[in-house]
């Protein structure tokens, strides 16, 4: 199965298991808590391959290398090969494999090739932190388990920590000068597109949660 292939499916079924069990419970559908369930389902993904940035950042900065040289040799674009090669399943949650993305992706940001750079922290930092919150965040937009300011409470946190980070991850960006690097189409392809989510993502979740806190339920959730 080919990894891209792999990550839309589980994207996709914590998304569903997350609306489909609010309809079950409730009866009903509501854009916010469906926008928020792929976000979040997005995150825990992203959380797993950031865990394994850390495990594998030997093999990472080994790995960049090659793929550097296979995208000389080649003239094929790496992430596109990454996401359409064939792999079996029993690999799937391999750190090894998924470590290889940031490899990949270093194509275009070498900052993930060296553990002394902000964006190869941070990420650690999001996918050790983050899954816990995530997780219990999820659960109360779903079934209501926590009260709502508690549950506003932690989402500020989480929410507030992703749009920050990801916000400072595309300044540093910048700033170092690294979109010179590489072609436009390049940027807007693999650094604008993926990054932007988070920032309006966070914006989103902070904006829920501030309700819930505000509003002492879950009103703004459609409940």
Not at 36 to 41: A, I, P, V, Y
Not at 87 to 101: G, N, Y
Not at 104 to 109: A, E, F, P
Not at 192 to 218: C, E, F, H, K
């Amino acid at each position: 199965m080919p990894p891209g292939l792999f990550a839309a499916l589980v994207v996709a079924t914590l998304t569903l298991a997350g609306i489909g069990a609010r309809y079950q419970v409730h009866g009903d559908l509501h854009g916010l808590h469906s926008l928020l369930s792929l976000f979040l389902s997005i995150n825990l993904l992203i959380a797993y391959w950031e865990i394994c940035l850390f495990l594998r950042r030997d093999l990472v900065e080994t790995r960049t290398a090659y793929w550097r040289e296979w995208r000389k040799r080649t003239g094929r674009t790496p992430a596109i090969e990454f996401l359409r090669a064939r792999v079996p399943l029993v690999r799937m949650l391999s750190p090894t494999l998924w470590a290889d993305i940031w490899a990949v992706y270093s194509q275009y940001d070498s900052s993930y090739a060296d553990r002394r750079t902000f964006g190869f922290n941070v990420d650690i930092v999001n996918g050790f932190l983050t899954p816990v919150p995530s997780l219990i965040v999820y659960a109360a937009y779903t079934f209501e388990v926590f009260p709502a300011v508690l549950t506003g409470i932690v989402g500020v946190i989480l929410f507030w920590q992703v749009m920050y980070g990801a916000s400072v991850y595309l300044i540093s960006f910048f700033v170092a000068g690294r979109q010179a690097r590489i072609s436009r189409r390049e940027l807007y392809t693999w650094i604008m597109a993926p990054n932007s989510p988070w920032m309006a993502g966070g914006l989103l979740g902070v904006y829920v949660s501030i309700r819930l806190i505000v509003d002492g339920d879950y009103g703004v959730l459609g409940y």
